[in-house]
């Protein structure tokens, strides 16, 4: 009781109230790594099939992946907006997106009989949106992104997060004046994604891809590559080129070396077969977690989304869309960052970048003072970064043990001999499993210096 008191008014946050409960008996619908490691690590709960509860260690990772994502977008000029999830019948019927969807499409009718969906993208609602608001060259271009919940009824979900029903994703829709404009500002958004996927140290190819039911005459994906991954992708090496594998007449077509007769059709080569024997042909699996259109006029003839030029004549306006799936992310992150022990997040995405942990309930009272001085210094060079294990009853093996199947890059330890060199700390590194005595100032100013 005397222990759980001390702790009653301690301004700091405590490991042991948040709600990340260690689950010992994983699901057996768990079956690939990352899927395990985020339900036995606290990071997610199934709540249905397909539908997962995202729990504070997990949300506090997807705030972090919208930070960066949100960094580079709007470098670009990009500005944020939320547009409504349920979205009438009417726009995605006008579209012809309505009967296309299938019933991946959630639908829903209000009292008044009226129909809707839950949006699983909004190409619709904001070229709609546009073209009541943009008349003239001068407000042009426009870039607008969310991040949003979206909602697609799976057939089969799986491995957690990477396939789902309801999941999180930030759509960017761009407007430009001609298609040199908007095939530049496609680019441009490739180079963000490449500096987003880069900065939270998510491993990635981009390859050519199928425009599907998005529409356009431009798309490139990104992957994280991965044995779960659900798309094949064939890379040429010889020609450096990748595709994904419903883009693969495209590999053969466009093959400097193509041997095939010109009266040959790509269609009738195999997935493994290259078109040349200069060339080399490999074969991998991906997590697509980027996905990048260029959609000219599709929608914006739709919609009638047009504008005056500087001669005064009227032009259409040329559109692009791009998605990143936060959710799915969290999910490759967990996949490729990961180790014997559990998750090891880069810091850019930790939820925490520091664990202060209590050890031994000797002169308590001290280490809780020392640990509070320690706390404030790291809070003002990491802000909202750094938890306090304040969990003295429970054995030490077992705390280090949940501590790093949470991934927090790094834990100081307060033991009894803390107090004997209170400017020195014991650090224990996630991503290396080296424990170290260091001066505080000098673990400081690396902290400061990484953030």
Not at 24 to 48: C, E, N
Not at 192 to 197: N, W
Not at 362 to 371: A, E, N
């Amino acid at each position: 009781l005397f222990v759980c008191c001390l702790f009653v008014c301690v301004k700091m946050k405590l490991i042991g109230r948040v709600i990340a409960p260690i689950v010992k008996d994983v699901p057996i619908t768990a079956t690939v790594k990352s899927h395990r490691l985020l339900v036995q690590a606290g990071f997610i709960a199934q709540s249905a099939s397909g539908m997962f509860s995202l729990l504070p260690f997990a949300f506090r990772v997807l705030e972090n992946i919208k930070k960066v994502v949100r960094v580079e977008l709007d470098k670009m000029g990009a500005d944020e907006l939320y547009l409504p999830i349920v979205t009438e019948a009417a726009l995605w019927k006008h579209s012809g997106r309505w009967d296309e969807a299938g019933e991946e499409l959630f639908r829903l009718k209000d009292r008044k009989d009226h129909t809707f969906c839950l949006a699983a993208t909004h190409e619709e609602t904001v070229t709609k949106l546009v073209a009541s608001n943009i008349s003239t060259y001068r407000q042009l271009p426009v870039y607008v992104y969310q991040t949003q919940t979206k909602f697609r009824d799976e057939l089969r979900p799986r491995h957690g997060l990477v396939r789902a029903r309801e999941f999180v994703m930030k759509d960017m829709y761009t407007f430009d004046r001609t298609e040199d404009e908007a095939k530049d500002t496609y680019f441009k958004t490739i180079e963000a994604y490449k500096a987003i996927f880069s900065r939270i140290q998510l491993p990635f190819e981009i390859v050519d891809a199928d425009t599907g039911m998005i529409g356009g005459s431009l798309s490139h994906e990104f992957h994280v590559p991965t044995s779960i991954g659900e798309d094949t992708l064939v890379t040429c090496n010889t020609c450096n080129k990748s595709v994904n594998m419903e883009k693969i007449e495209d590999l053969v077509s466009n093959c400097q070396h193509n041997e095939y007769p010109e009266d040959v059709p790509a269609t009738s080569t195999t997935s493994a077969s290259p078109p040349s024997s200069y060339c080399e042909w490999v074969e991998s699996k991906g997590i697509e977690v980027g996905h990048a259109f260029y959609l000219g006029k599709k929608y914006s003839n739709m919609f009638d989304a047009q504008y005056t030029d500087k001669d005064g004549q009227q032009r259409t306006i040329e559109m692009g869309c791009y998605g990143i799936g936060i959710s799915r992310i969290l999910s490759a992150l967990a996949e490729v960052h990961s180790d014997d022990e559990g998750l090891v997040w880069p810091s850019q995405v930790a939820p925490f970048q520091v664990c202060i942990c209590l050890v031994g309930k000797k002169q308590l009272d001290d280490k809780l003072q020392h640990c509070q001085t320690l706390y404030d210094q790291l809070q003002k060079v990491c802000p909202d970064n750094i938890i306090v294990d304040e969990r003295v009853n429970s054995k030490f093996k077992n705390r280090m043990e949940q501590l790093r199947m949470v991934g927090i890059p790094h834990i100081i330890i307060i033991g009894d001999k803390a107090l004997d060199n209170k400017h020195t700390v014991e650090v224990l590194s996630r991503t290396t499993s080296e424990k170290k005595h260091i001066p505080f100032a000098k673990f400081l100013a690396a902290l400061s210096h990484h953030n």
